[in-house]
């Protein structure tokens, strides 16, 4: 069956560095998102991407965050000055039909700001 | 802003038990999603209900979606150790998702 992928599984990293989390969606899928859930709380909505360009964004996702599709294949979160506040777990997933429809999420990665 | 709320924030039921988590949305909804996340886990796409008083079922899973369109439910049968995780569900308003803060499950055996 056809998952989602992301690497790496764990980053740790000092503040005010750059981090650059990836993700490979389902390959037909066009719809692409990026969650964080701080650990044992409830998984929150950073942006959607869908045609080389962001959908929706949320409160989250300001300047210090950004996404690109490279290639094909890649789909990247990148954080550029991180702050302790950003360790979580960062989940990538990819649709098919769009935000309503099931979303196949990525096993996560760990960010650990110290 | 939209806000997706849910009951119970924890459950803890003797394995056989039935269990039952709610969700409900500040906004009406063109559709609502669940989702299991097993501990230390990912989310895992349950079901998607889409019209005015909908039901569905997934072997001891029954979901509801609200006549008004701004709650569900998700009841299981009989629990088992199995079902153990947090449940959330989602609605999405244009292309953002937004996640109830998820009720979390313990069954004992």
């Known amino acids: 069956e056809p998952e989602v992928t992301q690497t790496p599984s764990h980053q740790v990293t000092q503040m005010g560095q750059e981090v650059i989390l990836r993700c490979v969606p389902i390959s037909n899928h066009l719809y692409f998102y990026w969650y964080r859930q701080i650990l044992g709380q409830k998984v929150e909505f950073l942006v959607s991407?869908?045609?080389?360009?962001?959908?929706?964004k949320s409160e989250i996702f300001d300047d210090q965050f950004s996404v690109e599709r490279p290639d094909g294949s890649n789909f990247t979160l990148k954080i550029r000055s991180t702050k302790l506040e950003d360790s979580a777990m960062y989940f990538c997933?990819?649709?098919?039909?769009?935000?309503?429809?099931?979303?196949?999420f990525g096993p996560g990665t760990r960010l650990t700001v110290t | 802003g939209q806000q997706v709320m849910q009951i119970p924030q924890y459950q803890h039921v003797q394995e056989g038990e039935d269990f039952t988590t709610y969700c409900n949305s500040s906004?009406?909804?063109?559709?609502i999603q669940w989702y299991k996340q097993r501990p230390g886990g990912h989310p895992v796409f349950l079901i998607q209900l889409v019209k005015s008083g909908e039901v569905k079922k997934q072997k001891r899973l029954t979901f509801q979606f609200g006549e008004a369109k701004k709650n569900s439910s998700l009841h299981i049968t009989a629990t088992q150790t199995t079902d153990v995780g947090t449940y959330f569900c989602a609605g999405s308003l244009h292309d953002k998702v937004i996640f109830g803060p998820g009720t979390s499950l313990s069954v004992i055996p």
């Open positions: 906004t009406t909804l063109s559709n």
């Open positions: 997933a990819s649709s098919d039909q769009g935000s309503g429809y099931e979303q196949y």
């Open positions: 991407f869908y045609n080389n360009e962001i959908s929706e």
